[in-house]
């Protein structure tokens, strides 16, 4: 069982800069970032493959994030969401998940993916 939890959410004003985390208790080989903005669908930030070190980002936020890990692969522990020049339409909970079944092009869809910590809340104030 792979448990996920998610810290550093807070209030920021626009412009500003926030770094939030996830610790995992089991690495698996796809992993990624998610938000949930209120009354909206669970959408994707940021998917990243542990056994290659690929990232691929999702148009939202591109440019503006940047997702790494601690260790190589099989060693992760946590991960980290960075997110830079924030606007308020980037309000939301951020999530990271763990897909169970890898496969090298990981997965890009929140249905895709199995395990999910509580989630981190980000808002942003103009």
């Known amino acids: 069982q792979v448990q996920l939890r998610e810290s550093g959410g807070a209030s920021v004003q626009a412009g500003g800069s926030l770094r939030i985390s996830c610790e995992v208790s089991?690495?698996?080989?796809?992993m990624g970032w998610f938000r949930q903005a209120p009354g909206k669908d669970r959408e994707t930030v940021a998917i990243?493959?542990?056994?290659?070190?690929?990232?691929?980002?999702?148009d939202t936020m591109k440019g503006r994030v940047t997702a790494s890990r601690d260790g190589g692969a099989g060693k992760t522990r946590m991960l980290y969401l960075q997110m830079n020049t924030l606007k308020p339409d980037d309000t939301a909970m951020y999530y990271c998940?763990?897909?169970?079944?890898?496969?090298?092009?990981?997965?890009?869809?929140?249905?895709?993916?199995?395990?999910w910590g509580q989630g981190t809340r980000v808002i942003v104030s103009s």
């Open positions: 990243l493959n542990l056994v290659t070190g690929g990232k691929e980002y999702a």
């Open positions: 998940a763990a897909r169970s079944r890898y496969d090298d092009t990981c997965q890009r869809l929140p249905s895709d993916y199995d395990y």
């Open positions: 089991t690495w698996t080989g796809c």
